[in-house]
């Protein structure tokens, strides 16, 4: 038996997919460093086709302008990942795909830092969900340094855990800040 999804991720994915199911709400994923794991911890939870619209990683400039509705403007403008960004990219997704909610995140996963400022050190990532009550966003240092495929994981389950808070909350507009 293959132990995937790591066990925290598993939770956070099954604890989503449960609320989903359960209020008959889907949702999409525009994820950049977290690779992909978002999208397989949620399709990895049964029942994943009622609740899962679909997913996009954004890791590249080209993915961005083909897929998340970039132009030159966001590229002039880039300085790094922040919520605001990561909101866009989530908004984007979420109107493509016609989900109830989607999740965004983008970060510096490691192992080295792709910028001086804060938001582009190993370990930063900023977060987003999006749906018809606004924008829930925060960004926040994992603290595990330049530990990649660590950073990956965290990601992943603290966009999850932002999901879970947003459906939880009722997606109040204001509710964003850092963890």
Known sequence: MVD???????HAAEEVAALLRAR??????AETAAGGLVSAALL??????????GGVTLYTLESRLAFAGWTQRDIDEYDGPTPQLVAGLAGHVRDSLK????????????????GKTPNRQPGYVALAVVGDKGVLSRDLDTGLGG?????MVAFAVEALR????????????GASGKI
Do not use: H, M, W
């Open 4 to 10: 995937f999804p790591p066990p925290t991720l598993q």
């Open 44 to 53: 990895a939870t049964p029942g994943a086709s009622r609740v899962y619209k």
């Open 147 to 151: 530990d990649r495929q660590a950073n």
């Open 99 to 114: 989900s109830t909610y989607c999740v965004g995140e983008s970060g510096t996963a490691g192992p080295t830092a792709s």
């Open 24 to 29: 008959q709400e889907t949702i999409s994923v």
């Open 162 to 173: 932002l999901v879970k808070e947003y459906i939880s909350t009722g997606g109040e507009p």
